[in-house]
Nanobody, 123 residues
Framework: VQLQASGGGLVQAGGSLRLPCTAS????????MGWFRQAPGKEREFVAR????????YYADSVKGRFTISRDNAKNTVYLQMNSLKPEDTAVYYC?????????????????WGEGTQVTVSS
């Protein structure tokens, strides 16, 4: 199983980035997909999740209204659209696949992790 995330980079505060994550080696539609992030010196934290069909989403309070998670099951890809970025959004972002059905995915309930992509927001 591979989850390949990309799209990270350096952006000024107020800017936008879109992170795609493409999965292979698993039946994509069987998994709830999520995004997490980890800032230097901090624990990995939940950012957003999306249900199997894409009809249900859930966000951490810190990103609600600014970030949008979506998925394209035909392309085995999940996306994280990040708008109105803030310096505190700076982190390595990871996509994840899980069978957990809780709104906030516990880190321990992730079955597969992607390699991270660095997002840096300058002030």
């Amino acid at each position: 199983v591979q989850l390949q995330a990309s799209g990270g980079g350096l952006v000024q505060a107020g800017g936008s980035l879109r992170l795609p994550c493409t999965a292979s080696g698993l039946t994509f539609g069987d998994y709830i997909m999520g995004w997490f992030r980890q800032a230097p010196g901090k624990e990995r934290e939940f950012v957003a999740r999306i249900s199997w069909s894409g009809g249900s989403t859930y966000y951490a309070d810190s990103v609600k209204g600014r970030f949008t998670i979506s998925r394209d099951n035909a392309k085995n890809t999940v996306y994280l659209q990040m708008n109105s970025l803030k310096p505190e959004d700076t982190a390595v972002y990871y996509c994840a696949a899980t069978m957990a059905v809780r709104p906030i995915i516990p880190v321990g309930d992730v079955q597969y992790w992607g390699e991270g992509t660095q997002v840096t927001v300058s002030s």
